[in-house]
């Protein structure tokens, strides 16, 4: 009788949602709705995802594979960051479409879950409980890394 009051099981693809910082305090259903949202793309080894400079337009969680964040210094390439799934980055082009400032590269071949931000402000109109978690989450994310920063810790992700 009060197996109706379970939540359902997680499919795979939702648990690797849920797996996520970003949308760890969200219910099954309300991470149905974030799922139906993303975008899935595939990037095979050496692939650019994005390049420094570009206008951020989405935020990119790691599903499978590898991928590596880096930045111009000189005349070389500076190593930011590697990135495994559950990961993810790009995540102020949720808020802004400011240049990117770091390019991402597949390291391996990988698959992402892309969130635009058109979606996201138009998540923020139609289920404001959702958006107030996912941006509760995300400013807590960008502020303990510049916690980080600010105590000169190195820096593991790209803005």
């Not at 949202?37 to 050496?46: C, G, I, K, T």
């Not at 941006?135 to 960008?142: E, F, M, N, T």
Request: glycine letters at 8%.
């Amino acid at each position: 009788m009060f197996g109706l009051f379970k939540s359902p099981a997680l499919s795979p693809r939702l648990l690797r949602l849920k797996d996520s910082a970003l949308f760890d305090s969200l219910t099954p259903l309300e991470l149905k709705i974030i799922d139906g949202l993303m975008h899935e793309r595939r990037y095979l080894a050496d692939e650019i995802i994005f390049d420094e400079g570009e206008e951020g337009q989405a935020l990119y969680l790691v599903t499978s594979g590898r991928v590596i964040i880096s930045r111009q210094l000189g005349t070389g390439r500076e190593v930011v960051a590697e990135l495994s799934p559950g990961s993810f980055f790009g995540d102020l082009a949720l808020l802004d479409n400011a240049p990117r400032n770091a390019q991402t590269r597949a390291l391996e071949n990988c698959e992402l879950a892309v969130f635009f931000r058109a979606d996201f402000m138009g998540l923020m109109e139609t289920d404001p409980v959702i958006g107030y978690k996912i941006s509760l989450a995300l400013a807590r994310h960008i502020g303990r890394r510049l916690r980080d920063w600010m105590t000169g810790k190195p820096q593991l992700e790209a803005l």
